[in-house]
């Protein structure tokens, strides 16, 4: 009974030793906070605003847009949305615009050095709903230090939703971030569009292996000399 307890808690150990490692993920916005910014070229809408909310990283979201192109039609509007936990872009008829998606915390004081090197190959990741017609998307991000870098992807059919930041170009500290800001744009095409995100994270491959607690290696030692003192006993 002794031996089999013994092989038991030992087992135990060396498993808690040798878990396995778990894929990171930290969420910058599930678009929970509801939030609205429209251009018309002939109206006095709100075209930029702050929400802030607990689920939003740095605690607070800024959007803004900008119509680009409205064929003529002065009610046409370029439009970011955020409502039914989804983030919607969208030109009404032939119009064409830009729009802006920036976290700097609440009041644009920053993020504070936010270390976005969660594991091993980290990348921004976008859960892409629908979109109807091609978008370019620009990634940004600034470090404390004001070094940029940034990313750009066409948001089309095969698009992948991993900007992973090895691929970005600039000098920013991934490990220090102060703001992140992702620029969506339908500028280049001819049509209207409508499309959607459900949330962005970063996320990475699996994590260094979970080393040992001290406790562990303690509970471990004492349990080597455990069996080192049995063996002598029974020699005596």
């Not at 929400?51 to 970011?80: C, K, Q």
């Not at 990348?123 to 750009?152: K, L, P, W």
Request: hydrophobic share 40%.
């Amino acid at each position: 009974m002794r031996t089999k307890m013994f092989a038991s808690v030992v087992g135990t150990a060396l498993a808690v030793s040798a878990a396995p490692a778990l894929a990171a993920t930290l969420t910058i916005d599930n678009f929970d906070t509801n939030q609205r910014v429209t251009d018309v070229p002939s109206g006095s809408f709100v075209n930029s605003s702050e929400v802030t909310g607990s689920d939003i990283l740095g605690g607070a979201r800024d959007l803004s847009v900008t119509n680009t192109a409205f064929n003529g039609d002065s009610t046409d509007a370029t439009e970011l949305r955020v409502a039914g936990s989804a983030l919607s872009f969208s030109n009404i008829t032939d119009a064409r615009g830009e729009g802006t998606i920036t976290y700097d915390g609440v009041g644009n004081a920053g993020l504070g050095g936010i270390d976005l090197i969660i594991g091993d190959n980290p990348s921004f990741f976008f859960e892409v709903g629908d979109f109807d017609r091609e978008v370019n998307i620009t990634a940004t991000v600034m470090d404390t230090m004001g070094g940029t870098s940034s990313y750009s992807e066409l948001l089309t059919l095969g698009f992948n939703p991993n900007l992973g930041f090895a691929e970005f170009t600039g000098n920013a500290d991934f490990g220090s971030i102060d703001s992140i800001e992702f620029f969506v744009s339908s500028t280049d095409t001819q049509t209207a569009v409508d499309g959607s995100i459900l949330s962005i994270s970063v996320q990475a491959d699996d994590m260094a292996p979970i080393p040992l607690p001290a406790s562990g290696l303690l509970l471990l030692g004492g349990l080597g000399g455990l069996t080192v003192l049995r063996s002598r006993r029974k020699k005596a």
